[in-house]
């Protein structure tokens, strides 16, 4: 099998090849430099609205428009660097979603990927734009919902949908318990029940699989069980163009299987991250006092929260890891070296067709 041969993702009228979209990743690691690189491959890029900006010594009121036009700026700026496709990811629990969404539809992006919450009054803000809509959803239920709402309300279907599973990095959409003990679904599992909602519409609904997909051979097991595509992110930190500090990205190249742990994050979900010297301080119980002048996320109650989260993912960023985390997928202890998105995208191509090659020959 050639690589020509690789199924393409089709999300309406656009055709991903290879089959990747780039995972969201904020704060300021997935922004317009990573993203357009990303594109510029045949996958989806995709800039994180979360904590653009260097809004950390801003008042209130000029944070919130900082960050906007920050979100705006990397629009156009990954935009002017490609003719591929451009993403956006837009958590629903910040309190600016609704403002972020209208800045994406008004910046004409390809798509708009949303999860952290149920994206569930998404396509209101459309305006008769052609804005692909992809909430992010990790059971069938979910998708059962905002579908339901969607059609209520909008006469309008998700164009696509991303299965995110347990093995993914950042927050995760599963109990802390459930994760610990490892009574979870799995994504294989998920997917198969997704994936007969998805094809009971008609057209069928693309479904994304996503969480602890690292290698070509990975996607082409996801594309044999009905996937359409895929979504990676851990992948694409180890990248030249990856916009997070270099520190951000040795803190992957360093990590062994044993370094991933699961944390309970102050916005009210559990997240995986790398394990540090700050991350056994706040599992000890150690706080970090601070004054919330934001509230960028509905979900974290200040006068509750050990510490801000906002301001340790600005400093993982940054680089500053002795006063951070750095969240990461399952399998970031498998990152060896930092390639171009380029060189990456190429070897993933390369083991996708493979594998396909492989399973033609054996059903022969």
């Known amino acids: 099998m050639t690589i020509n041969s690789i199924p393409t993702l089709n999300i309406g009228n656009l055709k991903i090849s290879p089959p990747i979209i780039q995972g969201g990743m904020g704060v300021r690691v997935s922004s317009s430099n990573l993203a357009s690189a990303v594109a510029n491959t045949g996958c989806v890029g995709v800039i994180a609205s979360c904590g653009l900006g260097e809004y950390e010594d801003s008042s209130v009121r000029d944070a919130k428009e900082l960050t906007e036009e920050a979100f705006r700026q990397e629009i156009r ?8 496709i451009i993403g956006v990811n837009i958590m629903v ?10 800045i994406a539809v008004e910046e004409n992006v390809d798509m708009i990927i949303s999860g952290a919450g149920l994206p569930l009054s998404l396509p209101h803000h459309l305006n008769g734009k052609d804005v692909k809509l992809i909430p992010i959803v990790s059971s069938a239920r979910t998708l059962k919902i ?16 991303v299965v995110e599973g347990v093995k993914a990095g950042g927050h995760l959409g599963y109990s802390y318990q459930s994760i610990i003990d490892n009574s979870a679904q799995t994504l294989e599992q998920i997917m198969a029940e997704v994936i007969e909602i998805a094809n009971s519409f008609e057209p069928h609904i693309p479904v994304i699989a996503a969480g602890g997909i690292f290698t070509g051979q990975d996607i082409a097991r996801f594309l044999r069980i009905g996937a359409s595509g895929v979504q990676m992110a851990t992948r694409f930190v180890c990248t030249d163009e990856c916009d997070a500090h270099d520190n951000f990205k040795h803190a992957y190249l360093n990590a062994k299987e044993g370094d991933l742990t699961i944390i309970n994050s102050p916005v009210g979900l559990p997240g995986r991250v790398i394990n540090n010297k700050f991350v056994e301080s706040i599992k ?4 970090v006092p601070f004054n919330c002048r934001y509230h960028c996320l509905r979900t974290c109650n ?12 600005s400093n993982a960023a940054r680089g500053k890891l002795d006063e951070s985390f750095v969240f990461a997928g399952s399998n970031a202890y498998r990152c060896t070296e930092i390639v171009p998105v380029k060189v990456l995208v190429e070897k993933l191509t390369e083991e996708l067709a493979s594998a396909l090659a492989k399973e033609k020959l054996c059903t022969k």
């Open 77 to 84: 700026k990954a935009k002017s660097h490609t003719k591929g």
């Open 146 to 161: 905002i579908c339901k709402r969607w059609e209520h309300h909008y006469h309008k279907r998700p164009d696509a949908v």
């Open 93 to 102: 629990a910040l309190t600016n979603y609704d403002d972020l969404v209208q």
């Open 302 to 313: 200040p006068k509750e929260a050990p510490y801000c989260i906002a301001k340790v993912l």
């Open 284 to 287: 000890q119980g150690k706080t």
